[in-house]
């Protein structure tokens, strides 16, 4: 099986930009996750999807971060505009079900906001 | 709060001798949370190494194994002897609302073997 796919794996955006970020979840899985790693912060979850539904959205990352799930074999995050602060690795994972399995994780897209 | 600490970010073990890294787990929004360790390995994008769901039991995999403590809310991973191959960068995690997508993850610690 195809794991969770990401594309770009870099990223350089200037400040002010808007970016998008794609995921691939493996087929057939109905939960996927967004996550967003630092250095200072590490691992934070920004959103989370069931079966295409927006079931959270990590509210300190509302008013620039935006996930979407168009269909179930494809999500995007959109930041707009970017900021410096948004440099970081963002992570996309998915799972069949999330109750009683482990995500697969992307390997991530680094980004780098100039 | 649900909070995940492990106290070293940085771990260096000579091959073949005895490893551990600590992990101990705040679990205010529900019970007896999942527990995870995830891996990275260089190059590499983050994995699932091993997960326990019940509290008492022992997780093990690739040689690695960790114990659910809920007395002492700790989940430490532990391998007898450790190779070159699982230098690594390891984390720590748990679940909340019984989803195991949902993760609250440690800083990592990130382990070095001395040849």
């Given amino acids: 099986d195809a794991g969770v796919t990401q594309t770009p794996r870099h990223e350089v955006a200037e400040k002010g930009q808007t970016i998008i970020l794609k ?9 996927l996750f967004w996550y967003r790693q630092t250095k200072i912060q590490g691992l934070e979850l920004l959103s989370y999807f069931r079966s295409k539904s927006l079931m959270e959205d990590g509210g300190a990352f509302k ?34 079900d999330g109750n009683n399995q482990a995500p697969l994780f992307g390997e991530g897209t680094r980004l780098s906001v100039l | 709060g649900d909070s995940v600490t492990q106290t070293e970010g940085q771990v260096t073990v000579s091959e073949s001798k005895s490893l551990i890294i600590n992990c101990t787990y705040s679990a205010t929004s529900i019970g007896y949370p999942n527990l995870f360790w995830y891996v990275r390995y260089p190059g590499e994008g983050l994995q699932l190494l091993l997960k326990v769901i019940t509290a008492g039991q022992k997780g093990s995999s690739r040689g690695f194994e960790a114990t659910y403590n809920k007395e002492a809310t700790s989940f430490h991973l532990q391998k007898a002897s450790v190779q070159e191959s699982d230098s690594a960068v390891y984390y720590c995690a748990l679940s909340v609302n019984y989803n195991q997508g949902k993760l609250i993850f440690g800083q990592g610690t990130k382990l070095s073997i001395k040849p």
Avoid at chain 1, 72 to 79: A, Q, R, V, W
């Fill in chain 1, 23 to 31: 995921c691939e979840p493996v087929s057939g899985h109905n939960d």
């Fill in chain 1, 63 to 96: 008013d620039r971060f935006k996930a979407e799930m168009l269909n179930s074999s494809f999500s995007t995050l959109k930041i707009q505009p970017t900021e410096p602060k948004d440099s970081a690795v963002y992570l996309c994972a998915s799972s069949r």
